[in-house]
């Protein structure tokens, strides 16, 4: 488990999160594509507005990605999801946590990455939260700041 500084507004944590996903994807789906990112997000308009953003400003490289209950796209190694919507959990997927609140399932997955806001307020307090949570299960998180 890892937790990331992933700036200090809701907004500069949004684009951290795409540029993450975009290397995470590059280093490890491009070339195995039986892996997923799941990307965990607090709502839908939250999920609505990364689903633009990886679409409108990651130029240098295509990321295949849908919201999850999106059943009108194909299938994608990159999905967009928030809380009450099923997706893949198991380890060949990656979590990009950008919800302040860890899932239940965190520890099933692959790898997990909480990303933090840094804004000195609910944010950042929920995160200190879910890195509790993890010391609670036994996992020593690392933190990058």
Known sequence: MEFYKAGTSLDEGEKFCCQFTKDLYW?????????YIVINCEDLNQAKKLDDFLWENISDI????????????????????????????NKNTYLINLNPKLPS???????????????????????????????EYGIKPNYIG
């Not at 280093?27 to 892996?35: A, G, L, P, Y």
């Open 27 to 35: 280093k490890n789906i491009e070339s195995d594509k039986k892996n």
């Open 62 to 89: 295509f990321l295949p990605h849908k919201i999850c209950n999106d059943l009108d796209s194909p299938d994608a190694p990159i999905l967009i999801s928030f809380p009450g919507l099923k997706h893949p959990c």
């Open 105 to 135: 399932n965190f520890q099933d997955f692959k790898s997990s990455y909480q990303l933090v806001i840094e804004d000195g307020g609910e944010y950042q307090k929920i995160a200190r939260e879910s890195f509790k949570v993890c010391l």
